[in-house]
C-alpha cells in the first residue's frame, strides 16, 4: 500500500463507508461496489472502503472484535500476531513490572495495542510510511501509545523505555526469509539489546533452529489450536526460565512443558500412538512428554510416540492402532476397501509419499472415513490404520 491510500483509508470518510457495508457477503461484493458508486460516492474512496470492510471481516478470526474499527493492508494482517497470542506478550511485560516499552516493528500495531490495553506506556516503531498510517490509527483508542515513522534501531537510544518487544519481518518480495540475518531487522541486532533493557521478548518464525537461540534465553514455541506461530525469545526479566518450552493454546486453555531436548527412546509398536502437538515438536521436548506419558519413540528418528495404553495429555492426540500394514498402494486400497472407506485422513512423517499422491492412487468408494498413518517403524516404511481416542 503507498502512503497515499494509507491516508485515504483512514479518512473519515473511508472509515464511515466502510462501517456502513460491515458484513456484505464476498459474493456481494460487486454489486455493493456499484451501488456506491452510484449513490456518487468516489471510485478510489469505494475501492479502499471495500478492501477494508474485506479486510476487517478476515482479520475477525485472528484480532477478534477489536478488528471492527481497526485499519489493515493485506501484508500486515498477515504477519499481525493473534490477539491471543499479542495478550501473552503484553502478560510478559506487565509480569516483569515494566512501565514503558518499544515495539520496534509495529506493522499495523497488534502487539503494541495489546501492551497499552495492559497499562503500558508504548513507543512503536514503523520503518513503512504508509503502515505507519494505518497503526497511528489502530493506536489512536490508546493516549499512552505512540507512532514513530522511522529505523527503531537508530532511533531507540534516544528513548526511556524499559521494555522490548520485537516481530522482525520474515518475508520480501521473494518469498521467506530463513536465515534469521535476513530478518529485518536482523535477530542478532535485536538480541543484542537483552542487556541493555529490563526485559525483551523477540517473535521470530517457528522453524528457527534451536543454535540462533542465545545462552541464557528463554525459547518458547506456541500453538494455537494445532497450529505453530511463533516461537517466543525472551531475556531479562520477562523470561520465565531458561531453555526451552512449549506453549500450548486450545479454546481458553494454556498448557506449557518444559524440560531438556534430549531425545525419547525407540521401541517397538505399541497399542496406541500419539503425534505430539507441533510446539512440542519444534521445542524438542518429545523426550520430556515421553517419560510424562510413559511412551517411547516409534523410530529414533520420528515424533511420533507410542504406548501400550493411551495417556490423557494436552500435548499429543492419541490414536488406537487398528492394524500395521505396508507401505504399498495395493494392499492399502484393498484394505480400505474391505472396510467399505470412502474418505481417508492421511497423516505422513519421515516417509516421502505425499497424502495428496497417495489419495488418488488409492481410488476409494464407500460411506465410511478412517485415518491412515505413513511413517517408519524399526526403520522400515509403514502404514498404520488408527482411529482416534
Not at 178 to 194: I, N, Q, T, W
Request: aromatic fraction near 4%; charged fraction near 25%; include cysteine.
Amino acid at each position: 500500500m503507498d502512503p497515499e491510500t494509507a491516508r485515504l483509508t483512514v479518512s473519515p470518510a473511508c472509515l464511515a463507508l466502510a462501517d456502513s457495508i460491515r458484513g456484505f457477503a464476498p459474493r456481494d461484493a460487486l454489486a455493493v461496489a456499484g451501488r456506491l458508486r452510484r449513490d456518487g460516492h468516489d471510485p478510489a474512496l469505494v475501492t479502499a472502503a471495500m478492501s477494508l470492510a474485506e479486510l476487517r471481516r478476515e482479520a475477525l478470526p485472528r484480532l477478534g472484535p477489536a478488528a471492527d474499527g481497526m485499519a489493515f493492508h493485506r501484508a500486515g494482517l498477515e504477519q499481525a500476531s493473534r490477539a491471543i497470542v499479542s495478550a501473552l506478550h503484553a502478560e510478559r511485560f506487565a509480569a516483569a513490572d515494566c512501565t514503558a516499552v518499544a515495539d520496534l516493528t509495529a506493522g499495523l500495531g497488534a502487539d503494541a495495542m495489546a501492551l497499552a490495553a495492559r497499562g503500558l506506556a508504548v513507543l512503536a516503531f514503523e520503518a513503512d510510511e504508509a503502515t505507519a498510517t494505518l497503526a497511528a490509527h489502530n493506536l489512536a483508542p490508546w493516549p499512552g501509545a505512540r507512532i514513530v515513522h522511522g529505523d527503531s534501531l537508530a532511533l531507540l537510544a534516544a528513548e526511556k523505555v524499559d521494555g522490548v518487544f520485537a516481530d522482525p519481518a520474515r518475508r520480501n518480495a521473494r518469498g521467506r526469509r530463513h536465515d534469521p540475518a535476513d530478518y529485518s531487522p536482523p535477530l542478532d541486532r535485536v538480541l543484542d539489546l537483552a542487556s541493555r533493557y529490563r526485559a525483551l521478548g523477540v517473535k521470530a518464525g517457528p522453524g528457527l533452529p534451536h543454535e540462533a537461540v542465545p545462552a541464557g534465553f528463554e525459547a518458547q514455541w506456541v500453538s494455537v489450536d494445532g497450529d505453530v506461530v511463533e516461537v517466543g525469545l525472551w531475556a531479562g526479566a520477562a523470561a520465565q526460565r531458561e531453555g526451552h518450552s512449549a506453549l500450548v493454546i486450545r479454546g481458553d486453555e494454556r498448557h506449557e512443558i518444559a524440560g531438556p531436548t534430549d531425545r525419547a527412546p525407540a521401541g517397538a509398536l505399541g497399542a496406541y500412538l500419539m503425534e505430539p502437538d507441533g510446539a512440542v515438536i519444534r521445542a524438542g521436548v518429545v523426550g520430556v512428554l515421553a517419560e510424562q506419558v510413559g511412551a517411547h519413540l516409534v523410530d529414533p528418528q520420528i515424533a511420533y510416540l507410542t504406548a501400550d495404553a493411551p495417556a490423557a495429555t494436552p500435548f499429543a492426540r492419541a490414536y488406537r492402532v487398528l492394524e500395521r500394514l505396508p507401505l504399498d498402494v495395493k494392499v492399502l486400497a484393498r484394505e480400505l476397501r474391505a472396510r467399505g472407506v470412502g474418505t481417508v485422513d492421511i497423516k505422513k512423517r519421515g516417509v516421502d509419499l505425499t497424502p495428496e499422491q497417495l489419495r488418488p492412487r488409492l481410488k476409494l468408494k464407500g460411506k465410511e472415513r478412517a485415518t491412515l498413518v505413513l511413517t517408519r517403524l524399526e526403520g522400515q516404511h509403514a502404514a498404520l490404520l488408527v482411529e482416534p481416542v
